[in-house]
């Protein structure tokens, strides 16, 4: 059939293929290429490298039996001998202050109620001289407070007054027992046995392990780690009282418990505060079964500088440190870094594991949270977030149009 089709009937039909094919990419096309999804921003995680701290060589003495801990790090870092329950002597007296503590607690700088002795007390004081025990004068009718009982107690290791206190607080020597017994349990000490408050008798026995955990207890009281402190105190109708502890002020002791028997041998519970990294760190340790104290003491200084050496500040993350980063399709970035600066507290040969996990994100604002990273340091987990350095734009009206296939 002939075409009788016009050039203008062509180009009128022409211009309306074009308008329609132009409607359809205004009215369809557009909104498609403006609404459809577009690809998430690709992170790149940077291998992390490795980190392990040196092993460390603890100089625990040739004789007794001993362990050492840090306060924040849980058990002990190194042991040395016999780990087997110990007669432990006055360091007995450290369970019988925090149980009576316990019953009538003090706070800051607090004395605490009033004692006035009694004949009941110059009893215990005469069976205690009859036992060639520690002691401190008493007589009926003095009166000190509740601290200055117990500061007579640890720094003369006054036997008489463990027991008066421990009566006073209980009302009898049975009732304080069931009581400082419940509190070993409660603590986990459960290789501590006490048969008396003050360490007089043989039986009243631990293991080094529960002896650091018992001075980190100590440690944790306040009142009872500040008396502990004092080289001397002068109290009212007794006088000067001296600390049996020689070793406060020398290499950082601050602290604890001496002990002495025939059947214990020279013992001493200490804490001691030490710099690591620039980071002050507090240290309880103990030795049992020396010869004497000034055997004992001479080793404690070389004991305490090795276990120093041998714990590390290891450096975690450092704030706004980036740990990822974020590339868009349209050519934005930013980066996913540290919400805080981040140190843990590591013994001998320890590694350091890290794994960083960021959420896949379209757009975002400046310090919105994306992921974490997280460190695996011997049997503890820590946790960091991360943010964002930067607001990422999402992605703007022209990458959309140019690019409608994504």
Request: hydrophobic share 45%.
């Amino acid at each position: 059939m002939p075409n009788d089709e016009t050039p203008n009937h062509r180009l009128r039909r022409l211009v309306v293929a074009v308008l329609a094919a132009f409607i359809l990419v205004v009215v369809i096309g557009v909104p498609v290429a403006i609404l459809a999804p577009v690809p998430k921003a690709e992170a790149s995680v940077p291998a992390a490298a490795a980190t392990t701290t040196p092993a460390a060589h603890p100089r625990f003495p040739s004789f007794g039996d001993g362990a050492i801990g840090a306060v924040g790090l849980p058990g002990v870092l190194a042991r040395s001998g016999s780990q087997s329950p110990h007669s432990i002597a006055s360091i007995t007296k450290v369970v019988t202050m925090l149980v009576v503590l316990q019953r009538k607690p003090l706070t800051g700088a607090q004395e605490g109620p009033t004692i006035t002795f009694t004949q009941r007390d110059v009893q215990i004081y005469q069976n205690v001289i009859a036992d060639n025990g520690s002691n401190a004068p008493v007589s009926a009718g003095w009166k000190l407070t509740e601290r200055q009982a117990i500061e007579t107690t640890m720094l003369p290791s006054a036997n008489n007054y463990a027991e008066s206190l421990a009566l006073w607080a209980y009302g009898s020597v049975p009732k304080y027992l069931t009581a400082a017994r419940a509190f070993l349990k409660a603590n986990g000490l459960t290789h501590t046995t006490l048969v008396d408050t003050n360490g007089l008798d043989p039986g009243d026995r631990s293991t080094p392990a529960d002896l650091v955990a018992l001075g980190k207890l100590a440690h944790a009281n306040s009142v009872l780690a500040q008396i502990v402190s004092m080289a001397t105190v002068t109290e009212p109708q007794i006088g000067l009282l001296t600390n049996t502890n020689e070793l406060l002020g020398q290499a950082g002791v601050d602290g604890m418990k001496t002990g002495t028997t025939d059947q214990a041998g020279a013992c001493l519970l200490f804490s001691a505060k030490v710099t690591v990294d620039g980071t002050p760190v507090e240290l309880v340790g103990v030795i049992l079964g020396a010869a004497s104290h000034p055997q004992l003491d001479a080793t404690v200084p070389g004991l305490l500088k090795s276990v120093a050496a041998g714990l590390h500040e290891v450096r975690l993350s450092s704030k706004a440190e980036p740990f990822a980063t974020y590339h868009t399709k349209w050519g934005g970035t930013a980066k996913a870094i540290a919400a805080a600066d981040q140190t843990v507290l590591v013994w001998s040969r320890q590694s350091v594991r890290r794994t960083t996990q960021v959420a896949e994100i379209r757009g975002g604002r400046k310090n919105e949270r994306v992921g974490s990273v997280t460190f695996a340091v011997a049997d503890r987990t820590v946790r960091v977030p991360l943010l964002l350095d930067r607001n990422v734009l999402a992605a703007p009206v022209w990458w959309r149009l140019t690019h409608p296939v994504r």
